[in-house]
Every structure is written in structure tokens, then in C-alpha cells.
């Protein structure tokens, strides 16, 4: 008795000082994890997509003793594309053009809740100096994919875009809805041995994409107002590296120049959702509801 009410006290006190936003999913990868269990049924990520055809994550994937800032508890992981990566969502389907590998939530869908109302999605991202990216290409590393594949309501890409004209390729750049002119919203340098913060505010009422930016284990820092982004039509979330090719094709999911004999890789931690209805948002992992703005 004595104790549960001392309990209800200190957790009362707890909640006042470091109030925690619901979560919608969350995909932070505990360090028991075993790299085998991204293989099966996990709880956090799709074992089937996205990777090359015949490949299992288990052999994609390395689980690290890295932190990034949303890692207290939990491990970020390296993801890795080679000749390999080519993605065959059918026996027709063979997307040659492309070298891919994504982590798709597990309770992510295409209709769940984490594309409606409004959300924060989190995640942390580094290169890997050993296995770099080649910034003659484009690269998508995080992105949206509508529920009917029809548009990227938003894209963070790297490296040189595809009928852009990229001054500075080696540049994190966060872009708009593809079918809506794909405005650029916010670029970083993707600067080598930092580890690069993001958090998105998706509100999926209003139709704005907001973002926040930290590096290593600074706090998030709003970096762009709520901007009209049309981020209807649901889906589903993808992290990792999606390479397109160069020179001319018709159907860059097909065609298009990659080079043979790549090893590349990025680190993915911190991956997670929250529900920002309310106005919570999580800046830094003490103060998990720092910040509200209505
Ligand atoms: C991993 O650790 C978590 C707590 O941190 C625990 O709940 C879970 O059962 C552990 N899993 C394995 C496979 O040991
Ligand atoms: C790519 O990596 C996978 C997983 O390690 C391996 O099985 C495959 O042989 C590699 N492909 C090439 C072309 O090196
Ligand atoms: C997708 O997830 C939502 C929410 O969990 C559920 O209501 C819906 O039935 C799921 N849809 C499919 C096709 O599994
Ligand atoms: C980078 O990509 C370009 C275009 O595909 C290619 O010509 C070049 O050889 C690649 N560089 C490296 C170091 O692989
Ligand atoms: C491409 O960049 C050059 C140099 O910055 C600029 O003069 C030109 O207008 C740009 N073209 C397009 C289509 O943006």
C-alpha cells in the first residue's frame, strides 16, 4: 500500500517532467537482437521487403554497438546493397535499374494510422567511410510511397538527381510529393562521421510536412515552418538505400547504367513514430515531450 502510492507518486512526478508522446510504431532494434530475427516475424520491420531477390536481411543487415540520438536502449543497424540488390517483386517484375535495400515497418501497412492524423517520424542516418555511396547517382533513403505506388509524398535523397541539376551532390536533401513538383523543403551537408538527426511532422489533416534536424546527440531543432506538402494517399514508410541508375532509360526501374563490384552501406537507428495530434513532439530522448506547438 505504502509502496504502490510512494510508485504513483514518483510516476505522476516522472510523467510531469518528461512526458512521453504516444507511439505510433516504433522500430528501434534492442540490443539482444539478433540480425537472424529480421529474417522471421519481429515486431519492427517486414522480413520479406524490400532486398534483392534470394537474399535474406540477415545477410543485408549488421546490427552495430553504434548509438545514434534516439538509441538509449537499442542498437542502430548498417544496411548494404551490392550487385545483389536487385529487387524482383515478381517473376516479370525484375527491377534491374535499381539496387535497393528497405525497412519497411511491421505494422505499417499501406492503411494503418501512422498515415493519417498527425505524426512525427524519427530516424538517424550515417555514412559508413568504409562503404561509401557514389554521388554520381541518386539516391532515395527514406521515403513514403503512396498506397497505390502512384507517387513519394516525401523523399530524403542523396547525390545526384535524376533530371536535376545538383550542384552539390553530397547533400542530405529532403523533397516534397514527386507528382507535385517535388519542392526541395531542406538540405544538409551529409557530412562523413555524424551521425545525421531527422524528424519529420506529418500532418496528414492539414497537408504540411514540417522538419526537425540535429546532429550526433544534439536535441532536434525545428528547421523549416509546417510547409504544404500534399501527403495524401497513405502507404507506407521505407528506410534504407534505393540507388537509381545513371544515363538514358525509358523505365528507370529497368533500364539505366549501375556499375558492377559495388559494396556500399548506411547506418539506420532511431527509427520511430509518434503521435503529434497533441502537439508532442520528442526533441531528445530526456525530454521525450519538449516541445508543443498548436
Ligand atoms: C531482449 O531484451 C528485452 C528487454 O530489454 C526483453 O524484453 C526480451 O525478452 C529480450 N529478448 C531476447 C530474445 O532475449
Ligand atoms: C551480395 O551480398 C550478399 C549477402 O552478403 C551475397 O550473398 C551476394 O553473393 C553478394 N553479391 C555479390 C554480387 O557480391
Ligand atoms: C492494416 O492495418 C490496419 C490497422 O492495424 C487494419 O485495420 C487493417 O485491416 C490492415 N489492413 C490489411 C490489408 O491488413
Ligand atoms: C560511380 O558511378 C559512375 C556512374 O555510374 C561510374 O561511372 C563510376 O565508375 C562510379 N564510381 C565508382 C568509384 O564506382
Ligand atoms: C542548372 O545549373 C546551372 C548552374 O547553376 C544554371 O545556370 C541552370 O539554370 C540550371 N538549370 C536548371 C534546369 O535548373
Known sequence: MFRSSILSILFGALQATAQTCQLQFDGRVSKNFTSEQFDVQNGLFDPDYVKGKGLKFSELLEITDETTLFDVNSVPVFLTINDSSIFAPSETNVQNGFRRAELLPASNNGTDPSTIG?????????????????????YQLVFLESADYSTNQFVLKTGTILGGNTSEPDTLQVYGNV????????????????????????????????VYYSQDDEPLKQVTEATPNDISGQ?????G???????????????????SGIEEAIL???????????????????????????
Open 118 to 138: 498527425v505524426k512525427t517520424l524519427h530516424f538517424s542516418l550515417a555514412k559508413d567511410p568504409a562503404r561509401p555511396l557514389n554521388f554520381s547517382h541518386e
Open 235 to 239: 502507404g507506407q514508410f521505407h528506410f
Open 268 to 294: 539506420y537507428g532511431g527509427i520511430f513514430q509518434e503521435d503529434s495530434a497533441d502537439g508532442c513532439i520528442s526533441l531528445s530522448p530526456e525530454t521525450a515531450c519538449q516541445h508543443k506547438d498548436h
Open 179 to 210: 507528382n507535385k513538383g517535388a519542392p526541395l523543403l531542406f538540405q544538409a551537408p551529409f557530412s562523413e562521421s555524424v551521425v545525421h538527426n531527422f524528424a519529420l511532422k506529418l500532418d496528414f489533416d492539414a497537408l504540411t510536412t514540417q
Open 241 to 259: 538505400i534505393l540507388k537509381k541508375p545513371t544515363g538514358p532509360a525509358e523505365d528507370i526501374t529497368r533500364e539505366g547504367y549501375q556499375p
